[in-house]
């Protein structure tokens, strides 16, 4: 298959994503004007959808879909799955204190923790109903997600401003956080399209695998990209005391006393800029990238016996994407 074909069928299924964001729309709102607005904020801002398009694609996986419109029931696990995903971004926002969510105020900087903290719960409320309306497996795996995600998270405070924080640590961190919604959203797919038990595992697996590089492309990118790339402000991970793969690596070269030497504590921001010129001056991020090649081949490998479905090329669409967004 050529990359033209893969890109091609990638952007067939993308073009069902106005039915997820209409669906999105009504999913949030309320009888409660303020509500509704708060709940909506952030799907108005933008955002990539990349979790709604994982889900899709898993579901055109199914034997027998050749294109057209996907039942409704993969479209509301998208739903349920981007759900999830903004109310773990309202949370996170007002536990980093962010101001800035995909180049807009965050919903905790417009309307202050309480109502964020809200608004985020109103947000996993509803993707828990749409998640029972499609089965009692789906809301048991949503609600497992949710759980595996703050796990991710509470590991990531534990090891915060840690320079002795292993890899083991950093991938178990990344793993609970985001590539257990990935798994999520690809399953869902799976299983919202009828497909048998094999393909729901197979695709939990690509999710899995994505996810992990996912994550590990957007740890590069606050080290290497500029704020006018990322629309929010960079170098954040080190401010946070969250070091992360980079990092890692860099601290076991042969700058790592130096490096250490600016981590483990509050940092200003000239210290963050030097230590991101010194990660720079490593192998680190290198090493990070081989990483994150490792998992995409992980994760197209468990494509395997999908070979010639509809949505297998667009997942191997996005895979080759995600290469391509650090070369
Ligand atoms: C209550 C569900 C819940 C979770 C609580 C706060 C928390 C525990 C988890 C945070 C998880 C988190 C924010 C992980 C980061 C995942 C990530 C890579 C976010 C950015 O994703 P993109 O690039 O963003 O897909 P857009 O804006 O494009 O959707």
Redo the contacts with the bound molecule.
């Keep these: 298959m050529t990359e033209n074909t893969t890109a091609t069928r990638a952007d067939g299924i993308a073009a069902q994503l106005p039915r997820v964001e209409s669906a999105l729309r009504a999913a949030v709102h309320t009888d409660d004007p303020l509500l509704t607005e708060m709940a909506a904020h ?1 799907i108005t801002a ?6 709604p398009l994982v889900g899709l694609a898993s579901g055109a996986c199914a034997a027998g879909f050749d294109g057209g419109d996907l039942d409704g029931r993969i479209v509301q696990g998208g739903v349920a799955v981007e759900l ?2 903004l ?3 309202y ?2 926002d007002v ?1 980093d204190e962010a101001e800035i ?2 180049q807009a105020d965050s919903v905790n900087a417009r309307w202050g923790n309480l109502r964020a903290i809200l608004a ?1 719960d109103f947000l ?1 409320a509803r993707a828990s109903e749409i998640a029972a309306s499609l089965s009692t497996e789906i809301a048991g795996l949503l609600a497992a997600t ?1 759980a595996h ?2 796990e ?2 509470v590991s990531e405070l534990r090891t915060a401003f840690s320079p002795d924080r292993t890899e083991d640590e950093y991938f178990a961190s990344i793993g609970g ?2 590539a257990s919604l990935f798994r999520a959203a690809a399953r869902i797919g799976a299983l919202t399209s009828g497909q048998p038990r094999e393909a729901v595992d197979a695709l939990g697996e690509f999710g899995w695998a994505y996810g992990m590089a ?2 590990i492309v ?1 740890d590069i990118l606050d080290l290497t990209a500029s704020e006018a790339e990322m629309g929010k402000p960079v170098g954040h991970d080190i401010a946070e005391g969250v070091y992360t793969l980079p990092v890692l690596h860099a601290l076991k070269s042969d700058r790592g006393d130096e490096l250490a030497g600016l981590l483990g504590g509050e940092i200003t921001d000239a210290d963050v800029a030097l230590a991101r010129r010194i990660v720079h001056e490593t192998a680190g991020v290198t090493q990070a990238t081989v990483s994150v090649g490792h998992w995409l081949d992980r994760a197209e490998q468990s494509l395997a016996g999908f070979d010639g479905r509809e949505g297998a090329a667009a997942l191997m669409g996005l895979t080759g994407r995600l290469r391509a967004s650090l070369d």
Excluded: M, Y
């Design positions: 952030l933008g955002g990539k959808r990349q979790r999830v995903h109310g773990s971004l949370h996170d536990i969510r995909r985020g996993l949710i995600l703050c991710g998270e956080k985001t996912f994550q957007d």
